[in-house]
């Protein structure tokens, strides 16, 4: 790794909302690394039925500014507490498709436990904190915003 | 009396039929703040499943209105 890499590697939010497709293989390719060994990447994608409607897609609004310094700061706790050497997370806004990946969390480190781990931390972080929105549109006409309880809030 | 721009979202933003909106207000902190903006457009979420942001950060709501900030109710996040 040469100077200039080094540079843009501090310069590079490890977090980051998406208005466009979530390109995976860059958030990839920068999880390489020579000291990893292992990998760990979770994918949520935009299913079509929650809490036993139809589902005909949806759309993430995200308060901005608070979002992407939630989501900083989650990925540098990831990187505090557990033994890993980098992580990512991407979360889409605007409108997305049924299939369409909604979040992608990755989590590299020279052993696997840590990896499972830290990207199970991002995920769950970001889903109970970061400030964002679900807003779903259902097959029978109806939409609306979800705003679950805590006890309500259930595995993706 | 403070002057501040408030900022709503989801659900809170569709009940208020605006995004933001320029507030002069007694209010002394951040929860009467809240109190009276669910009084105006019938929020139905309570307080206790919001959080609150001031300037772009979590904050408390016992935290005083301070003229000029930039107030944002947070209703219960639902991303991932």
Redesign the interface.
Same mark, same amino acid.
């Given at each position: 790794m040469n100077f200039r890499d080094e540079h843009d590697e501090r310069e590079m939010k490890r977090f980051a909302l998406s208005e466009t497709p979530i390109d995976i293989a860059p958030l990839h390719d920068v999880l390489l690394d020579a000291r990893a060994g292992a990998c760990a990447s979770f994918e949520?994608w935009v299913r079509d039925h929650n809490d036993g409607r139809a589902v005909r897609g949806l759309r993430?609004?995200?308060?901005v500014?608070?979002a992407e310094?939630?989501g900083e700061r989650i990925v540098d706790e990831a990187l505090v507490k557990f033994e890993i050497v980098n992580a990512r997370c991407v979360?889409r806004t605007g409108e997305l498709a049924i299939g369409e990946l909604?979040?992608w969390a990755g989590a590299s480190a020279a052993h696997r436990d840590a990896a499972f781990a830290a990207c199970r931390y991002i995920?769950d972080e970001?889903?109970?904190?970061?400030?964002?929105?679900?807003?779903e549109r259902y097959a029978d006409g109806a939409a609306?915003?979800?705003?679950?309880?805590p006890e309500q809030e259930k595995p993706? | 009396m403070a002057r501040v721009t408030v !900022?709503y979202?989801?659900?809170l933003r569709?009940a208020a039929g605006v995004a933001s909106e320029q507030v002069e207000t007694e209010a002394a902190d951040l929860h009467t703040l809240y109190e009276s903006a669910r009084t105006r457009y019938g929020f139905s !979420?309570p307080v206790e499943?919001l959080r609150v942001?001031v300037d772009?950060?979590?904050a408390k709501w016992g935290d005083p209105v301070r003229d000029g900030g930039e107030i944002?109710f947070?209703?219960?996040?639902?991303?991932?």
């Open positions: 949520g993430y609004e995200a308060y500014a608070l310094a939630e979360h909604a979040i995920v970001v889903k109970s904190r970061v400030p964002i929105w679900k807003h609306g915003w979800l705003h679950p309880r993706a | !900022l979202f989801a659900s569709d !979420l499943r942001a772009g950060a979590f944002a947070i209703p219960p996040v639902s991303g991932g």
